[in-house]
């Protein structure tokens, strides 16, 4: 039987191939990428309006499985410059943290409302950051006024969220209206990447969305990454899917779908590279075997 992957096996694609994003967009379209290849079946639209007066940044689905998600996403960048696997990049500063966290509850407030008038889609929202004033709790111990939109590790995020009494209406512009929260929350960062010199730790926040349940909601399928291997400097993660995970030199774990996805890597290699198509087929099929054996949908049997 076909399974549908979960987040966990598309954010370890992204991982290994994506460590760092130019923007948003570079990042969605990344995202968009590791599913198709994850799953070519999966039908993945960017930057869609779902509803009138609705957008949404993803909508993935696979009306054959009876699969529907859709996901917000949002890179939270710190002031980082350097280069990796041959490419430079330059992230901003982008500061103004409480505004940028209103944002990011205003998206899963967004998702309950799709998902709840779409009872068979499930939500997530993706917050990614190399800013550790999103995941530090600061030492101060005060109450700010915008206290009720922090996003740090193991705060609870859940009912109505409004800015405190004294919040100047600059900060406010455009964001006035008070989040309702449906569901309960629980903000646990996991590591993404680990790049060289100062804000090159990239950490990742996953927020499932299911307005049904009432406790904390946390995504629990994505481990923590393990070092690639010697030729980058880039940190990888193993990916949470369900299923065996194979290990390859260095210590670097795939599970039998980002294996599925490396198999069709390497045949495009041998195509670009001249071979026969015949070849090809013999290279690959054979492989293509094992891997439908390790996830359990063959099993080899005798000549009779």
């Known amino acids: ?36 290849l994850s799953d070519p079946s999966a039908r993945v639209r960017l930057e869609t309006r779902p509803t009138p007066g609705m957008r949404l940044d993803l909508l993935v689905w696979r009306p ?12 939270l960048t710190a002031a980082w410059s350097g280069e990796v696997n041959g490419e430079q990049f330059g992230l901003v500063n982008q500061g103004a943290q409480d505004i940028r966290a209103y944002d990011v509850l205003k998206d899963v407030q967004r998702v309950e409302q799709f998902v709840d008038g779409h009872p068979d889609w499930g939500g997530m929202v993706l917050v990614l950051s190399n800013d550790p004033g999103y995941w530090s709790r600061p030492r101060h111990g005060r109450t700010t006024n915008a206290h009720a939109f922090r996003i740090y590790e193991e705060q609870v995020i859940s009912g109505n969220r409004t800015w405190g009494p004294d919040t100047g209406a600059g900060t406010m512009k455009d964001r006035e209206a008070v989040i309702e929260l449906r569901g309960d929350y629980r903000c646990r960062w996991s590591p993404y990447s680990a790049l060289p010199g100062a804000k090159g730790e990239f950490r990742l926040l ?27 400097d880039v940190a990888a993660a193993s990916t949470g899917a369900s299923g065996s995970l194979a290990v390859a030199t ?54 009779n």
């Open 64 to 75: 054959d499985l009876s699969r529907y998600l859709a996901l917000e996403l949002k890179y």
């Open 1 to 36: 039987m076909e399974r549908w992957p979960d987040i966990g096996t598309w954010l370890g694609i992204l991982r290994r191939s994506r460590p760092v994003f130019h923007s948003e967009a570079d990042f969605q379209q990344a995202l968009a990428w590791a599913i198709h």
């Open 206 to 232: 996953a927020l499932p969305v299911d307005t049904s349940l009432s406790s904390p909601q946390v995504l629990g399928a994505i481990p923590p990454p393990i070092a690639d291997p010697p030729h980058t």
């Open 250 to 303: 260095a210590g670097q774990r795939y599970s039998p779908t980002e294996l599925r996805v490396e198999l069709r890597r390497f045949q495009d290699q041998l195509r670009a590279a001249g071979l026969k198509e015949t070849s090809i087929t013999t290279y690959v099929d054979r492989t293509s075997h094992f891997l439908k054996w390790l996830e359990g949908d063959y099993q080899p049997r005798g000549p």
